[in-house]
Every structure is written in structure tokens, then in C-alpha cells.
């Protein structure tokens, strides 16, 4: 079987203890925010990227892990968790998962996104029926690590 593997970036923002989804226009169900890296960025730019296309939000990504103060190489924005995703028989998204912090609550999506975007309490995420399984676990997830 020959594989197509893409490179994706996916943020879960929080705003004041609630995580944002929109309703993903192909698959009618809520996903974070996301997409295709494009071949010039880093895949933390990419998620600071597309937060901004899909929401209008600025974000602070959480990057936690120790500063080693290297000089000659540059030590990037870890992503929390990798995921390998099929997403079709043949089609597999490597899925670097970041949370992230938002400046406001108010969204505005750029022309062409979806203008379903929804602030999510935990309550509201752990009584949802028609959630994907890794996007509950992962917004519930970000839920406990972010505090604001």
C-alpha cells in the first residue's frame, strides 16, 4: 500500500476554562482549529497560523518544556502530543496537537472558514454525543493542563 502522509498542525485554545471547536465543514462534526503545514514553516507556526485564519485569535502557545540556552541551533516550540491520523485508506495526517492560551474570547474568522465556533465549558464536552473520541480526550486534556 503506498501512503500519503501530510503534516498538520492542530490547536486546542482555551479562554477563561473553555476550549474552542468549530463545526469542520466536511466532516459536520466539532474540531479544533487546524491545518496542512505549508513547506516554508515550522510546525508551531503553522498552529499560530492557522488559529489566526480559522478564529481572527491571537494565542500563546504552551511551551513548557526547560530552555537549554543553545547558541548554534534553535530549540523549537514542542508540540504537547503527535498524532498519526488515517483520515482516508490511504491518507495519514502526522498531527502535532498544541494548546494553547487565547488574548479575548471574541472570534472572526477569516472569509472562506467556518462561522461555527463554539467556547466549550468541560461540562459541556463531557455531555457532547456526536464528538469525536481523540478530540474529546484531547480538549478535556487541555482543559486540565491550562489554567486562566
Known sequence: MNLNRTLTATVYVIYQNKVLLHLHKKHKSLFPVGGHMLPDELPHETAIREVYEESGLRVTLIDDQKKLGMTRVSQLNNPRYTLLENIGKEVEN?????????????????????????WLSREEILNSSDMKEHIKIMALEALTAVKC
Do not use: C, T
Open 94 to 118: 502526522i498531527d502535532f496537537i498544541y494548546f494553547a492560551i487565547a488574548e479575548s474570547d471574541r472570534v472572526k474568522p477569516q472569509k472562506g472558514e467556518s462561522r461555527d465556533l463554539y
